[in-house]
DNA sequence: TCAATAGTTTAGAATTATTATAATGTAGAT
DNA sequence: ATCTACATTATAATAATTCTAAACTATTGA
């Protein structure tokens, strides 16, 4: 999704209705440089202590299903205590910060290729993802 | 862990106490040919319905946790509405089968080495894993 | 313009998964 | 056999998510 425009058109074009609220987490999802990859509670809390709007729980949820479902957002699953979502939908590889619970995007230069070489008769390839788990590196620590 | 064998030595050496519980969880974990992946549910419903023992769900989950600390199991995330556990501990890859949610191991030679390029600083690499979600190939579908 | 309508938001209740509590039970040591 | 630390259990508590039903609002078209 550009960034700095009109959201409303954005909605309207996938058959949302472009509410107040839709309007105001599509400006806290996608008027930003970088992709953005967050838990409800952080959209929560950026929404009422960032923007001083006040929203409620159950329409955060929602509205990031209603985008999941259009194609705005992709959920990520990196740890089974926590939902991720991720403005970037395209399929793409992750490193995960084990220190700061932190997500961030690897570009395509950054991993080959993955090739792979068993079949599941009967099934496609939907996704091919790599996660890369890190953390902090003290040799001091431990 | 062996199969076939003396679960109450291999709960002695890691300081778990060998009770009946932990001794009838590790029959159904380890005494099987293969990878077992599974959730809570999964187990708790195989303990009281195929070995037709009672026990309590707390325990299980009591249990599980106290193996994956000891590294009998490795927690897995595939949905974040689940939680999946791998008799498997090691780094591994995984096909997901988005039809069934059920996990496959990938072998070694089933996909190449994965090499990192991009490097984040201070951080040292802890796993690579893959995930590759499949679904079925109708044609016919849709 | 301005109701009619369908879709949306909301507060709060309900549900589900998981963890905590505290009483009871048991393994391992003496 | 007794003791003690740890484990199991039923149950309560918590946390994340979804449901409900009433109030609200964007859109349509008279
Ligand atoms: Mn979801
Ligand atoms: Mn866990
Ligand atoms: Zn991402
Ligand atoms: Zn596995």
Redesign the pocket.
Known sequence: MPKNCNF?EK??EV????????IKMCEVLYNREKTFHF???DLVKIISEKMNE??????????V??FEKKGYLKEISID????YFDTNTSAHHHFFDEDTHELIDCDESDIDKINIRKKITGKKINSVEVLVRVASDNQTQK
């Open positions: 409303i909605l309207r058959g949302l209705r472009p509410t107040k609220q839709r838990t409800i509670n006040k929203i409620s729980l159950a329409t955060v949820y929602n509205t299903h209603a089974s205590h926590k939902s």
